[in-house]
C-alpha cells in the first residue's frame, strides 16, 4: 500500500515557466490537501480538495496558482508564469472520508526557480 | 483560525539526554498531530493524538485537550533524532490541518 506519491521530486524552471506538481493519495483517500514551505519556515496550508471539487482554497495566492483533483488521475498543483518566490518545498497530504486517524503527507516537491 | 505555538524555537541536546517539546493551541480541536521533519526534509508522522497519551519507543506524547496543550517527550536522545519538530492541530469543517512554527533540534554526539 503505497504512501502518498508526488512528483517531480525536484523541479527547477526559469522565472514566467509553469510549473505542474501532482500528488497521488494513499489508496482508498479522497481528501487532498497542498501546503507550502518557505526555506526555514513552518508549512502554511493552500487548499484542500475532494473528488472534482475545491472545498477550501483560502490559502491559494489570488493570481498564477490553481490545483485540480480530477475523477481519475491525480491531483494537480498549477503555478503559472513562476517568480523566484514561488522557490519552496511544496507538499501533498491525503486522508479518507469520515477519518480522523491523521494525515499522510508526501516526500514534497521542492521547486526553484532561476 | 486557530493559532498553534510550539515551544521551546530551538533547542541543543548532548546524546542521551532527554527532552520536552510543548505545543499550545487556541481553540478545541479534533485532531493533533507531531511530526519529525529531518535535514532531508522529509515529514515523518510521529503520533496522531487529539487526547491521552501513547508512546513509540523512545518517543512519548501526551495531549491534555481540555487545557489546549500537547507534550512531546524524547528519551536518551541521539544524533537523528535532529530536525524540526512540527506540531499541527486541525478543528472545523475542513479540517486542515494548522502548523506551528516547529522546535529545531540538534543533537551533538
Known amino acids: 500500500n503505497a504512501g502518498v506519491m508526488q512528483n517531480p521530486r525536484h523541479l527547477v524552471r526559469r522565472r514566467g515557466q509553469e510549473a505542474r506538481l501532482r500528488c497521488s493519495p494513499m489508496?482508498?483517500?479522497?481528501?487532498v490537501y497542498w501546503y507550502r514551505q518557505l526555506p526555514e519556515e513552518g508549512l502554511k496550508f493552500m487548499v484542500y480538495l475532494q473528488k472534482e471539487n475545491i472545498i477550501d482554497e483560502s490559502g491559494m495566492p489570488k493570481e498564477r496558482f490553481s490545483a485540480e483533483f480530477p475523477k481519475e488521475g491525480p491531483s494537480i498543483l498549477r503555478i503559472q508564469q513562476v517568480v523566484r518566490g514561488d522557490s519552496a518545498a511544496y507538499f501533498c497530504?491525503?486522508?479518507?472520508?469520515?477519518?480522523?486517524?491523521?494525515?499522510?503527507f508526501g516526500s514534497g516537491t521542492r521547486l526553484t526557480v532561476v | 483560525g486557530i493559532q498553534v505555538e510550539q515551544s521551546p524555537p530551538d533547542l541543543i541536546l548532548q546524546e542521551g539526554a532527554n527532552s520536552t517539546l510543548r505545543c499550545n493551541f487556541s481553540?478545541?480541536?479534533?485532531?493533533l498531530q507531531w511530526f519529525h521533519q529531518n535535514p532531508w526534509g522529509q515529514l515523518i508522522n510521529l503520533f496522531y493524538i487529539p487526547s491521552g497519551t501513547k508512546q513509540n519507543g523512545r518517543l512519548s506524547a501526551t495531549t491534555v485537550a481540555t487545557e489546549r496543550y500537547s507534550l512531546l517527550y524524547i528519551s536518551s536522545s541521539q544524533t537523528t533524532d535532529s530536525g524540526v519538530y512540527f506540531c499541527a492541530v486541525s478543528g472545523g469543517a475542513t479540517n486542515k490541518l494548522i502548523f506551528g512554527t516547529g522546535t529545531l533540534l540538534a543533537v551533538q554526539p
Open positions: 497530504a491525503s486522508r479518507a472520508t469520515g477519518s480522523y486517524y491523521g494525515y499522510t
Open positions: 481553540d478545541s480541536v479534533n485532531n
Open positions: 489508496k482508498g483517500h479522497s481528501h
